[in-house]
């Protein structure tokens, strides 16, 4: 064997955007998560399901220093993103602006919906009018959102609807021009047909950037997701291309009861 | 009468408690309208004794004949200066203690220490604070009896309120808008003044209104420390000495002989109408910055 195979370039050569080894996350004496090992791949959806208290969150906070604002929060194991440790990234903000992130409630801030999307831009120093304009005008209409509020713009984000202020929050993440979305049960204060709309966008979003996506709904995470973990009481029981979750090949019966829909 | 009409007829349990609800409706209706008694019994008799006496040449005359005639221009200016001097030192002092507090303080030994020091503060009679202005301030820091060292005291007397006030309205900012702010790569500093402060106005203003109306009416600070029985000129300056309204009002009631009676009612009506209208400068802009929901 000389010459060895012609590998596909894409694939194999680009090192993982997300790889975390043995992170375990506690809150003061309360071990949240435990011993999670996974790495996520540049483009890649990848879903994130298990029920409450699995750890789910907490992985997500780990992912962009978050936990430097929750007093007792501490986390072992290292988090590389972008071939970073991030414990070691000096630049905290400069980490964070590459990360966007989408919370389970929606948060509205209590600006207008165009300061909302404007607010990551200008934190980064951008004063352009023009050029603001065009980023709120791209990221509402990306998140769904610009229709409805493309003429009432000055009007407080905060007092839009539960989906719409949802949209916003989205809107708000893009317009951090994110490498990493992280998406924490998106859809729980969302309806249905909402639901449906975000998750075109989010097919689309993949071709630019990657997305972890924490979700309660099974269902989700099978039409979106390209690999999905499964966690169950802080730990990370099994990875698997998605399909193999719903077809039984997994090898975890937890998982299988879970998909299945026989976990209490 | 069909059965399910029965339904709504009240059976004697019912009938008490109904009862008992209305009784003590009324009591409590009782009790909350004995506190607006004191409030308007002090306004009535203070209009009805003191108003007469009051006229343009009351505000803008000095006290004459051994200050049982003539009017309180020079107690009425350094009430003023006074209030605004103590304003201008509690209230950038008392806002970043409470920002300090509320938004970059870790619960440890040194911030526990800090509460407690301000609850302390905040009890403290007013009569401690005047002895402690005269040691640190007129003596210690050298100022004399001056405006200076009041306004001192009078900052230091109200900065547990203002930073109390203050804390509670940056507390009332729920915490997730500052998660989505900081995921998005601000700093504290960017997070504080772009989202919170804009959210807490109208609570930081009812600190400055509390500051202000307690300013205003003190009387045992300021006697030591700078307010004087009479000067017959207005301040020029912070080391100026001053009289002051409230000192003049305990003067006038209590230490001048053959006061015409209705003289100290008037002083004490013009007491509160300055704190009132100061008040309602400060509800105001309170009610323009509350004026729309926010979230």
Redesign the interface.
């Given at each position: 064997m000389v010459t060895p195979a012609p590998q596909p370039p894409s694939t194999t050569a680009v090192e993982p955007m997300l790889d975390v080894q043995d992170l375990t996350v506690r809150y003061g004496s309360h071990v949240a998560l435990q011993g999670c090992t996974l790495q996520v791949q540049q483009n890649e959806i990848f879903g994130i399901i298990g029920p409450a208290n699995a750890g789910k969150t907490s992985f997500l906070r780990s992912l962009?220093r978050?936990h430097d604002?929750v007093?007792g929060m501490r986390i072992t194991g290292t988090v590389r993103f972008a071939g970073r440790d991030v414990e070691q990234v000096r630049n905290v903000?400069?980490?964070?602006?590459r990360?966007g992130?989408v919370?389970p409630?929606p948060?509205?801030?209590?600006?207008s919906i165009y300061d909302n999307v404007a607010?990551?831009p200008r934190?980064?120093g951008l004063r352009n009018k023009v050029a603001l304009d065009e980023i709120v005008e791209r990221c509402l209409r990306r998140a769904a959102l610009w229709d409805e509020v493309k003429d009432r713009l000055r009007n407080?984000g905060?007092?839009l609807s539960g989906g719409q202020q949802q949209r916003l929050?989205i809107a708000?993440?893009l317009s951090?021009d994110p490498d990493l979305l992280l998406l924490d049960e998106f859809s729980i204060a969302v309806d249905p047909v909402t639901t449906m709309r975000i998750e075109e966008v989010l097919k689309e979003l993949r071709q630019e950037m990657t997305i972890v996506l924490v979700t309660n709904l099974v269902q989700q995470a099978r039409r979106l997701a390209t690999r999905t973990a499964f966690f169950l009481s802080g730990r990370c029981v099994e990875i698997a291309p998605t399909e193999e979750l719903f077809t039984g090949e997994v090898k975890d019966q937890r998982t299988r009861d879970y998909v299945e829909g026989r976990y209490g | 009468m069909s059965g399910l009409d029965n339904r709504f007829l009240r059976t004697p349990r019912e009938q008490r408690s109904l009862t008992q609800q209305s009784l003590f409706r009324l009591l409590f209706l009782v009790m909350t309208s004995l506190l607006v008694v004191p409030v308007f019994g002090i306004l009535l008799v203070l209009i009805v004794r003191g108003g007469p006496g009051l006229s343009l040449d009351f505000f803008l005359d000095k006290p004459r004949k051994g200050m049982t005639a003539g009017g309180i221009f020079p107690a009425l200016i350094g009430t003023l200066w006074l209030t605004s001097g103590a304003l201008l030192l509690a209230f950038p002092l008392g806002v970043s203690a409470a920002i300090y507090l509320s938004e970059y303080a870790r619960d440890n030994w040194l911030t526990r220490t800090i509460n407690i020091a301000i609850v302390n503060l905040a009890g403290v009679p007013s009569i401690v604070h005047a002895l402690f202005g005269v040691g640190a301030f007129v003596l210690f820091l050298d100022f004399g009896a001056s405006i200076l060292a009041a306004s001192c005291t009078l900052a230091v007397m109200t900065l547990p309120v203002v930073i109390v006030a203050t804390r509670e309205s940056l507390q009332a900012v729920p915490h997730s808008f500052r998660e989505a702010c900081w995921s998005m790569g601000a700093t504290r500093w960017q997070t504080i003044w772009r989202l919170v402060l804009p959210n807490s106005g109208s609570g930081i203003l009812t600190g400055v209104i509390l500051c202000i109306s307690r300013a205003v009416g003190e009387t045992a600070p300021i006697m030591f420390t700078g307010a004087v029985y009479w000067v017959a000129y207005t301040p020029e300056g912070v080391f100026d000495q001053t009289m002051a309204l409230s000192l003049h009002l305990y003067n006038v009631s209590t230490q001048v002989p053959n006061v015409p009676p209705g003289l100290p009612f008037s002083v004490a009506l013009t007491l509160i109408g300055v704190v009132l209208v100061m008040n309602a400068t400060a509800i105001a802009f309170r009610m323009r910055l509350r004026g729309r929901k926010r979230w």
């Open positions: 962009n978050m604002f007093p903000y400069a980490l964070r602006r990360i992130v919370f409630l948060v509205g801030l209590p600006l607010l990551a934190l980064r407080l905060s007092l929050t708000r993440a951090q | -």
